[in-house]
Protein backbone atom coordinates (compact mmCIF):
# COMPACT_ATOMS: atom_id res chain seq x y z
CA UNK A 1 0.00 0.00 0.00
CA UNK A 2 1.56 3.53 -1.01
CA UNK A 3 1.64 6.36 0.46
CA UNK A 4 2.09 10.19 -1.74
CA UNK A 5 2.41 13.30 -0.46
CA UNK A 6 2.20 16.70 -2.59
CA UNK A 7 1.58 20.29 -2.22
CA UNK A 8 -0.23 22.38 -4.85
CA UNK A 9 -0.96 26.03 -4.94
CA UNK A 10 -4.47 27.23 -5.99
CA UNK A 11 -4.38 29.36 -8.71
CA UNK A 12 -5.28 33.31 -8.74
CA UNK A 13 -8.87 33.82 -9.60
CA UNK A 14 -10.14 30.37 -8.18
CA UNK A 15 -10.63 29.10 -4.74
CA UNK A 16 -12.32 25.87 -2.68
CA UNK A 17 -15.78 27.14 -3.03
CA UNK A 18 -19.07 25.00 -3.98
CA UNK A 19 -18.75 24.28 -7.34
CA UNK A 20 -14.99 23.35 -7.26
CA UNK A 21 -15.76 21.41 -4.43
CA UNK A 22 -18.10 19.50 -5.86
CA UNK A 23 -15.70 18.46 -9.21
CA UNK A 24 -12.67 17.98 -6.20
CA UNK A 25 -14.88 15.08 -4.73
CA UNK A 26 -16.46 13.72 -7.69
CA UNK A 27 -12.57 13.28 -8.85
CA UNK A 28 -11.68 11.97 -5.56
CA UNK A 29 -14.56 9.41 -5.25
CA UNK A 30 -13.25 7.69 -8.08
CA UNK A 31 -10.26 6.33 -6.46
CA UNK A 32 -10.13 3.20 -3.79
CA UNK A 33 -6.70 5.36 -1.69
CA UNK A 34 -7.56 6.69 1.38
CA UNK A 35 -7.38 11.15 0.59
CA UNK A 36 -6.98 14.09 2.45
CA UNK A 37 -6.45 17.59 1.97
CA UNK A 38 -4.62 19.93 4.51
CA UNK A 39 -4.99 23.84 4.67
CA UNK A 40 -3.03 25.51 6.85
CA UNK A 41 -3.19 23.37 10.34
CA UNK A 42 -6.43 21.68 9.14
CA UNK A 43 -7.05 18.36 7.41
CA UNK A 44 -10.24 16.87 5.60
CA UNK A 45 -11.24 14.01 3.80
CA UNK A 46 -11.01 14.92 0.58
CA UNK A 47 -13.93 13.07 -0.33
CA UNK A 48 -16.34 15.30 1.66
CA UNK A 49 -17.72 18.66 0.25
CA UNK A 50 -18.67 19.88 3.58
CA UNK A 51 -15.00 19.24 4.70
CA UNK A 52 -13.55 20.86 1.73
CA UNK A 53 -15.58 24.46 2.44
CA UNK A 54 -14.25 24.08 6.27
CA UNK A 55 -11.01 24.67 4.86
CA UNK A 56 -12.07 28.49 3.55
CA UNK A 57 -8.79 28.03 0.95
CA UNK A 58 -8.71 30.69 -1.20
CA UNK A 59 -6.50 31.73 -4.61
CA UNK A 60 -2.80 31.45 -3.80
CA UNK A 61 -3.53 29.38 -1.02
CA UNK A 62 -1.34 26.00 -1.23
CA UNK A 63 -3.43 22.55 -0.82
CA UNK A 64 -1.30 19.84 0.75
CA UNK A 65 -3.02 16.16 -0.55
CA UNK A 66 -1.73 12.69 0.92
CA UNK A 67 -3.01 9.25 -0.62
CA UNK A 68 -2.65 5.64 1.26
CA UNK A 69 -3.71 2.96 -0.96
CA UNK A 70 -3.16 1.53 -4.30
CA UNK A 71 -3.78 4.31 -6.38
CA UNK A 72 -2.22 6.57 -4.09
CA UNK A 73 0.12 8.36 -7.03
CA UNK A 74 -2.74 8.30 -10.01
CA UNK A 75 -5.23 10.04 -7.12
CA UNK A 76 -2.92 12.83 -6.17
CA UNK A 77 -1.85 13.46 -10.14
CA UNK A 78 -5.30 14.06 -11.48
CA UNK A 79 -6.15 16.15 -8.25
CA UNK A 80 -3.25 18.39 -8.71
CA UNK A 81 -3.99 18.66 -12.32
CA UNK A 82 -7.44 19.65 -11.22
CA UNK A 83 -6.18 22.16 -8.73
CA UNK A 84 -3.73 23.48 -11.43
CA UNK A 85 -6.46 24.04 -13.79
CA UNK A 86 -8.60 25.71 -11.22
CA UNK A 87 -11.01 23.08 -10.62
CA UNK A 88 -12.27 23.10 -14.13
CA UNK A 89 -14.26 26.69 -13.63
CA UNK A 90 -13.96 27.54 -17.01
CA UNK A 91 -15.31 24.25 -18.52
CA UNK A 92 -18.00 24.70 -15.51
CA UNK A 93 -19.15 28.35 -16.47
CA UNK A 94 -19.35 27.45 -20.42
CA UNK A 95 -21.67 24.91 -19.42
CA UNK A 96 -23.79 26.98 -17.33
CA UNK A 97 -23.59 29.97 -20.04
CA UNK A 98 -24.90 27.05 -22.84
CA UNK A 99 -27.66 26.22 -20.45
CA UNK A 100 -29.17 29.79 -20.69
CA UNK A 101 -29.17 29.89 -23.63
Known amino acids: MGRV ?4 RI ?9 PATVFVR ?3 KYE ?9 ATVNAKS ?4 MT ?3 GPN ?24 RNFEEEKCQKQDHSKKA
Open 27 to 29: TAE
Open 11 to 19: QPGSGLHVR
Open 55 to 57: LAA
Open 61 to 84: DKLTLTAKGPDALAAVEELGKLIL
Open 49 to 52: VLGL
Open 5 to 8: ERTF
Open 33 to 41: SKITVRHDK
